[in-house]
C-alpha cells in the first residue's frame, strides 16, 4: 500500500542510461521508454556507427533495466525494425532477445497501429503500382512494437481502488486487444522534436502497470512525454536523456501542471 504523505518526484538526469549511476538495485516499478531508432533516415542517420554498436547499447540499457526494476515487475519497450539503405534490420526480434538473455520473461506484445494515410519515410508500395510484376512488393509501415517484459513472477497486493484501472475506457478505448491503434506525435510548432510518442503509449502502460506513488522509469526521456503523463496519473518519473539540449522542450512539456513541491529536478554528472 502506498505511504500517502510520499512525495511524487521527477529526477531528469542527463547522462548514457548505460550505466543507471544514480538509481540503486531494484528501486523502479516500471519502465517504459522508446530507444531511438537504429540509423533511421533523417532522425537518427549515421548516429551508430553499424548495428552491432547500436545493440550494444540495447544489451546495456537492457542490463541495467533489470538491476533497478523490482521483482515482479513490468519492463515496456517500444520499438520498430527499421529500413538503413535498403536493408532491413530485425530490431523487434533483437531486442527481444536481448531482453530474455537479460534476465526477463517475454510477456507480450502489442502492435501500435498508426492511422493510414501516414507514411513517414516514402511510398515503397507505389513500386508495384510501376512494375505491376512479381517481386516488386514493399509494404507501407503502419506499425510499431510494443514490447512488454516481465522480472519474474508479481506477488499481487491487496487491491488499491486509487491505482484502480477505468473499465469504461479499458472496454472503450480496447485495450485488451493486441492491436492498438493510436495516432503519432507529429512534431509541433510548439514542440520541434521530432521522436515523440503519443502519450496514449504512456499512459496505458503506467495505468496498466503501476500504481499510484510508484517511480517509472524512461531511460531515453527524449522530449519527456512519459514524465508528463507520470506526472497527471500521480506517479514519480526518473528520465535518463544523453542530450541536454532538449532540457528547455522537456520543461516546457513537464512545468504547465507543476504544483508547489512537486518540481523537476535537473542533474547530469
Ligand atoms: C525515440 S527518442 C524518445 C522519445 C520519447 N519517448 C518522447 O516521447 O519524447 C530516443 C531518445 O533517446 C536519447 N538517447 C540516445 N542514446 C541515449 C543513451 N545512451 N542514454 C540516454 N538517452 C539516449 C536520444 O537523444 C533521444 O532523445
Given at each position: ?40 533516415p533523417f ?13 550494444r547499447l ?172 507520470a506526472r ?38
Amino acid at each position: 500500500m502506498r505511504n500517502k504523505n510520499a512525495q511524487i518526484f521527477n529526477k531528469v538526469i542527463f547522462a548514457s542510461c548505460e550505466q543507471m549511476l544514480e538509481l540503486a538495485d531494484e528501486s523502479v516499478h516500471l519502465m517504459v521508454t522508446s530507444p531511438p531508432y537504429f540509423n533511421a533516415p533523417f532522425d537518427y542517420q549515421n548516429v551508430f556507427p553499424d548495428y552491432e554498436s547500436y545493440l550494444r547499447l540495447i544489451r546495456n540499457f537492457a542490463r541495467e533495466t533489470f538491476r533497478v526494476l523490482q521483482k515482479g515487475r513490468i519492463a515496456v519497450v517500444n520499438c520498430d525494425d527499421m529500413l538503413v539503405e535498403g536493408e532491413k534490420y530485425p530490431i523487434v526480434a533483437d531486442v527481444t532477445r536481448i531482453f530474455l538473455d537479460a534476465g526477463f520473461r517475454y510477456r507480450d506484445k502489442i502492435i501500435w497501429k498508426k492511422p493510414e494515410g501516414y507514411i513517414r519515410i516514402s511510398r515503397r508500395s507505389g513500386l508495384l503500382l510501376q512494375h505491376p510484376y512479381p517481386m516488386y512488393f514493399y509494404p507501407d509501415n503502419l506499425q510499431e512494437s510494443i514490447l512488454i517484459f516481465q522480472k519474474g513472477k508479481y506477488k499481487y497486493p491487496p487491491p488499491n481502488r486509487e491505482s484502480m484501472v477505468d473499465k469504461e475506457e479499458y472496454l472503450r478505448q480496447k485495450w485488451f486487444l493486441s492491436v492498438w491503434e493510436m495516432t503519432n506525435q507529429l512534431p509541433t510548432g510548439k514542440e520541434d522534436y521530432p521522436a515523440a510518442f503519443p502519450p496514449a503509449l504512456p499512459y496505458r502502460i503506467i495505468k496498466l502497470f503501476s500504481n499510484v506513488g510508484e517511480v517509472v522509469l524512461d531511460p531515453f526521456l527524449g522530449s519527456g512525454t512519459t514524465m508528463k503523463v507520470a506526472r497527471e496519473t500521480k506517479r514519480s518519473c526518473i528520465g535518463y536523456e544523453i542530450d541536454p539540449s532538449l532540457r528547455p522542450i522537456i520543461e516546457a512539456k513537464v512545468s504547465p501542471n507543476a504544483v508547489a513541491g512537486n518540481l523537476t529536478e535537473f542533474l547530469s554528472r
